[in-house]
């Protein structure tokens, strides 16, 4: 049976098409919060680093990442400065760590434990794995940058399952159930070589 449409407040009707116009930024989040995400925490030496859900794989050759800091964010110009950074993935048991390091101020570090990456930034414990980069290139982007960045060395990945962020809630993927059909597509997709 089809999910009903959402029935949150702020919300456009959802069994139809948003209105023509301006975009509305409750409307905005909203639909936007449909995409779910991974959560990371990037880090840089410092130590410094800020939980961002805007982080994907852009490029196998060469290979590349890319992230997106708000304007605001006090991490941002210390990764620039730096010149590198570490996307630690988080696992569904580090809530708390994304909660921690999604907030501004303070010693965000304080009690984390965590190793140094090959360039020098955070490798937080228990992460699910990690990226380490070179900043490429930095693109302004409304209120946002969009960072791009080159893999430099790679994290042993463990086992456990990523946090997940879907409709302003943190979520965890449920292995008994979901849709296998969208893996087998993807799989059977002619050119999936092409992508990661
Ligand atoms: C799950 C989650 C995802 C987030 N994703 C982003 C993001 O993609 N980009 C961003 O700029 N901030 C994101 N934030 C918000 C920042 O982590 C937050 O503004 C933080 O205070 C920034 O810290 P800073 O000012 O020390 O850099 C996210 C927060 C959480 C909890």
Redesign the pocket.
């Known amino acids: 049976m089809p999910d009903p449409p959402s029935t949150e407040p702020n919300g456009p009707a959802l069994d139809g098409h948003a209105p023509a116009g301006p975009v509305d930024p409750d409307a905005f989040r909203h639909v936007l919060g449909h995409f779910c995400?991974g959560?990371?925490?990037i880090t840089t030496a410092g130590p410094?680093?800020?939980?961002?859900?805007?982080?994907a794989a852009l490029s196998l050759s060469p290979p590349l990442v890319l992230?997106?800091?708000?304007k605001?964010?006090?991490?941002?110009p210390?990764i620039e400065r730096a010149g590198h950074f570490c996307a630690n993935v988080l696992t569904d048991g580090q809530q708390e760590l994304?909660?921690r390091?999604?907030?501004?101020?303070g010693d965000?570090f304080a009690g984390v434990p965590w190793t140094p990456s090959p360039r020098g930034a955070p490798v937080l414990d228990g992460a699910l794995t990690w990226i380490d980069c070179t900043v490429e290139a930095v693109h302004e982007a409304g209120d946002?940058y969009l960072v791009t960045g080159r893999v430099t060395a790679l994290g042993a990945t463990r086992a456990g399952r990523p946090?997940l962020?879907y409709r302003g809630r943190?979520a965890a993927t449920d292995p008994g159930s979901g849709p296998t059909e969208v893996v087998d597509t993807l799989l059977a997709w002619p050119h999936h070589s092409d992508w990661i």
């Open positions: 995400t959560v990371t925490v410094a680093g800020f939980a961002c859900q805007a982080f992230f997106c800091p708000s605001t964010s006090a991490t941002w210390v994304a909660r390091f999604g907030s501004s101020g965000k946002h946090l962020f943190y």
